[in-house]
């Protein structure tokens, strides 16, 4: 899939495109199961700025619970989340 394709809600399409933003965001290559904190390669402050991406981009709202840390560890678990909202499920 290519990122000029409408992001899906299959977990490898959304994967890829969390991927791809990352990669072209951070300048480094990033594993889907990588821990971006402990990584470095995400601050708080940047965490902030991905809620906003995931929003837009797969068209989920992301409130309350759904804002804990542990949803944007990795990319594995930022997709697993944008499904969940997409399904209409909650993580809070």
């Known amino acids: 899939m290519t990122t000029d394709q409408e992001p899906g809600t299959d977990s490898g399409a959304i994967e890829e495109t969390l991927r791809?933003?990352?990669v072209g965001r951070l300048k480094t290559?990033?594993?889907v199961d990588q821990d971006l904190f402990e990584s470095g390669l995400v601050t708080s402050m940047f965490a902030m700025e991905l809620v906003v991406h995931l929003e837009?981009?797969?068209?989920?709202s992301i409130l309350g619970?759904?804002?804990?840390?542990a949803n944007f560890r990795s990319v594995r678990s930022m997709a697993t989340l944008v499904r969940e909202l997409q399904a209409g499920e909650s993580r809070g």
């Open 56 to 60: 837009k981009t797969f068209e989920v």
């Open 29 to 31: 290559d990033v594993l």
């Open 20 to 22: 791809s933003y990352l």
């Open 65 to 69: 619970g759904n804002l804990r840390l």
